[in-house]
């Protein structure tokens, strides 16, 4: 049964109410979102100013072409084209980086059905299991090496049951069953996150300012650098330049003693004062004569007689 006309009319009032009131969202997929899961991250929500908007995509798709053609040249148009799937909106003017937290926090653990596609790799630890040696002939079917200890089936090494993107099949279903291993987490999924008109991938919410501090220090580096080599003056190489002929000026007055300028007075002063005689003498001393070796005695001529 589909939505009455009063309720669709609402809903349309309230999406184009939440896309001005709101200049941020989360575009989130709900594949395997129960509805008790999803008033638990309403609830936990409430806080943030943050609403969760579900519904059909055709409705989406034709109140945000509405509100385009009503607002030509708004930027929330360029979500149209990601409204695709069993997606739903997150529209909050909190920091983005606080409501992807708490909706990545409000995840509830699953059992393996047949036919799900694993989110993630399986693997089933070693260990005692509470099956009976009766059912070995099952384990031996997965390939899994066990032993009986105590009556009871033993896995006797880790097994790498399945990975990201495998279908779920009946009897992995029906281990992870027996062994009471519920491997999967589901909850709202981040597609995309739009931010005043910019849409781009949650991974961005990742980047601190500690880390745009980093890559701006490394690339200032290698632009100081290149500046350097090619001779060529910069607003980021300057500085090294002039560091770079203090202590060339800096040099030339410590080992000048005639000469000198007060901010060279401070470094003049940690050189000690027989530091230029000990120098001058040192290359005397090397260009002393060595004495001769003595001369090796001439072998002594053989004799014929």
């Not at 943050?50 to 385009?68: A, D």
Request: proline share 7%.
């Amino acid at each position: 049964m589909g939505m009455s006309k009063e309720r669709k009319a609402w809903y349309f009032e309230r999406m184009e109410e939440l896309i001005n009131t709101y200049s941020k969202l989360f575009v989130v997929s709900v594949d395997n979102v129960g509805s008790n899961q999803m008033q638990q991250i309403r609830l936990a929500l409430r806080d943030l100013d943050t609403v969760i908007l579900m519904g059909k995509n055709t409705m989406m798709r034709k109140i945000i072409k509405n509100y385009s053609e009503a607002n030509p040249g708004h930027p929330f148009a360029n979500v149209l084209p990601i409204v695709k799937g069993n997606i739903g909106f997150v529209f909050t003017n909190s920091n983005l980086a606080d409501v992807r937290d708490i909706l990545e926090a409000n995840r509830v653990p699953a059992p393996a059905r047949v036919g799900a596609i694993a989110p993630c790799d399986v693997v089933v630890p070693a260990g005692p299991t509470d099956s009976g040696p009766e059912q070995t002939a099952f384990f031996q079917a997965l390939q899994i090496a066990t032993k009986i200890v105590k009556g009871r089936i033993e896995i006797t090494a880790p097994v790498e049951l399945l990975f990201k993107g495998d279908k779920v099949g009946n009897s992995e279903a029906v281990l992870l069953q027996k062994l009471d291993i519920r491997p999967f987490t589901y909850g709202l999924i981040l597609e995309y996150v739009y931010d005043n008109g910019s849409l781009y991938s949650p991974e961005v919410l990742d980047i601190t300012d500690e880390v745009l501090e980093a890559k701006f220090s490394c690339a200032l580096a290698n632009v100081a650098g290149l500046s350097l080599g090619a001779a060529y003056p910069t607003m980021a190489s300057v500085p090294h330049s002039v560091h770079n002929a203090f202590k060339t000026l800096v040099s030339i007055a410590v080992e000048c003693p005639s000469y000198s300028f007060e901010k060279a007075d401070a470094y003049k002063a940690l050189v000690p004062k027989d530091a230029p005689a000990a120098a001058e003498e040192a290359p005397a001393a090397d260009e002393a004569p060595k004495e001769e070796a003595p001369a090796e005695a001439a072998p002594a001529a053989k004799s014929d007689y």
